[in-house]
């Protein structure tokens, strides 16, 4: 089965940047048409952060515009996120997913930390 992997987060000062990467883990994804990220902070409910289509249309979450920007290499299935500016609330889990012809996929997240 088919496992979306994100790079390492971690703890990065407020003010600090970040880029995660995703992309599946053995075989592509076939026909997949939509990236995304979510995030879960701590007694939150799951969050959808940013989404980039396969033409390139993006869309964010109201909190991050201007600060966080999508990005997706099709040819190698892998989708960033380039996070600037990172502040406290954004702390969380972050996960990516894929949606392909054969349903959505997702990654086990991965934690990113703003403090100082």
């Known amino acids: 089965q088919v496992q979306l992997v994100e790079s390492t987060g971690g703890l990065v000062q407020p003010g600090g940047s970040l880029t995660l990467s995703c992309a599946p883990s053995g075989e592509m994804i076939y026909g997949v048409h939509l990236m995304a990220w979510y995030r879960r902070s701590p007694g939150k409910e799951r969050e959808l952060v940013a989404t980039i289509t396969v033409g390139g249309t993006t869309n964010y979450t109201e909190s991050v515009k201007d600060r966080f920007t999508i990005s997706r290499d099709i040819r190698k299935q892998t989708v960033f996120l380039r996070m600037n500016n990172l502040k406290p609330e954004d702390t969380a889990v972050y996960y990516c997913?894929?949606?392909?012809?054969?349903?959505?996929?997702w990654g086990r997240g991965t934690q990113v930390t703003i403090s100082s």
């Open positions: 997913t894929m949606s392909g012809a054969r349903g959505d996929y």
